[in-house]
């Protein structure tokens, strides 16, 4: 069964596109795995599936499958947020000049108004709960944060025998190659029932278990607790009103964050890795500028290479990124459906 689903990726041109939404769907899984049964339970009754077969990786990229549909054409500007004097990566700014586009219409704004429309309670929270799976995924993808060149996706560039763009990059390429070389001996069963039982079967299997062990119960197991808290937000009064009123009119700091979900403090922290690596120095230029229409006048910049993808991969960068978005997520919804008397009733991520 998992040869031939494997085979029919290979050949379907419709299932590659597939792979743009694994990175959704390894965040959805891991927030599974973290998931409170009480907090399980309420998401699948909203999602209008079984409990013995709920899981939320299959509708973790529907916010994407409906981008080209008219009624939903206004929440296509909520999968991204653009910060003004943003320029990677010579300059990175995450909010100090404010945001480009109409006030709290974005990525940030999209992650408080699903969180909040849940809370609530209000009719809807189908709908709303998809997109803040998705959105949160979203937040973790630093270019997903900056504008530049609709966040590189109008930057050409080459990774092995392809010519993609670095938003592709991003989203598919480092990902796909990331579950291909997989450490085979990941491709066995953890001693875990909760890890497991957020499996089902797909090409990414492998790769959740090894940022499962070597990484959520290895190197960052100390930093899980840190992910999924909330800074306090700064006191109004540190500021003058006259300064609150200007700050609050540039966009900042933006009225987002709370102790339930801060999307400004996370993401403040992510973007600054577009000036750090994501967005390599060599492509300062306007060469590689697909929008421009013209052929590139330099040979495209190949970044899968020991420098670029080689570093991404020995800092388990991409890894990092994907663990952080599933605690987070999984965070936010077990405080908002969790029951208090469930919170022992989680059990230990390796069995005895
Ligand atoms: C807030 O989220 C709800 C639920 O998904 C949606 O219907 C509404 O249009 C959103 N509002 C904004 C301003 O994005
Ligand atoms: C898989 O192999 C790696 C490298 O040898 C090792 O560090 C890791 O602990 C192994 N994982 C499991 C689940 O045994
Ligand atoms: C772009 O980067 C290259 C290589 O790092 C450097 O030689 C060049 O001067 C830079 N160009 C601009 C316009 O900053």
Redesign the pocket.
């Known amino acids: 069964m998992r040869v031939l689903s494997l085979l029919a990726l290979a050949v379907s041109p419709a299932r590659v596109l597939a792979w743009g939404a694994a990175g959704h769907e390894i965040v959805a899984t891991i927030a599974e795995i973290y998931m409170l049964p009480s907090t399980m339970s309420t998401l699948c009754a909203i999602l209008n599936m079984p409990y013995e077969t709920c899981h939320l990786a299959p509708i973790a990229s529907w916010a994407d499958r409906i981008k080209g549909l008219p009624i939903y054409r206004w929440a296509n500007v909520l999968h991204y947020v653009n910060p003004l004097g943003d320029h990677p990566s010579e300059t990175c700014s995450f909010g100090e000049h404010g945001w480009v586009g109409r006030e709290g219409i974005n990525l940030l704004g999209a992650i408080r108004n699903t969180t909040d429309w849940l809370v609530d309670g209000k009719d809807g929270a189908n709908e709303a709960l998809k997109f803040l799976i998705h959105f949160i995924g979203d937040l973790h993808m630093p270019l997903h944060l900056t504008g530049r060149d609709k966040g590189g996706t109008d930057v050409k560039v080459h990774f092995a025998r392809r010519t993609t763009n670095l938003h592709s990059v991003w989203d598919n390429l480092l990902i796909a190659k990331a579950i291909r070389e997989t450490p085979r001996n990941y491709t066995r069963p953890l001693p875990s029932r909760r890890v497991e039982g957020a499996l089902k079967g797909s090409i990414y299997d492998s790769y959740v278990r090894q940022i499962v062990w070597e990484g959520l119960l290895g190197v960052w197991q100390d930093e899980i607790v840190e992910w999924a808290t909330c800074p306090i937000p700064a006191q109004p009064s540190l500021y003058s009103s006259a300064q609150t009123v200007l700050r609050r009119l540039r966009g900042f700091p933006p009225d987002t964050d709370d102790l339930l979900v801060c999307p400004y403090a996370w993401a403040a922290d992510i973007h600054p890795l577009n000036c750090e690596i994501v967005w390599p120095?060599?492509l300062?230029?306007t060469d590689y500028l697909v929008a421009e229409g013209n052929e590139p006048t330099t040979p495209l910049l190949q970044l899968d290479e020991p420098w670029y993808s080689g570093r991404i991969k020995q800092e388990f960068l991409i890894e990092r990124l994907l663990a952080t978005a599933g605690i987070r997520l999984a965070a936010v919804l077990n405080d908002i459906f969790g029951e208090d008397d469930d919170v022992t009733s989680l059990g230990p991520l390796v069995d005895a």
């Open positions: 120095a060599q300062n230029m």
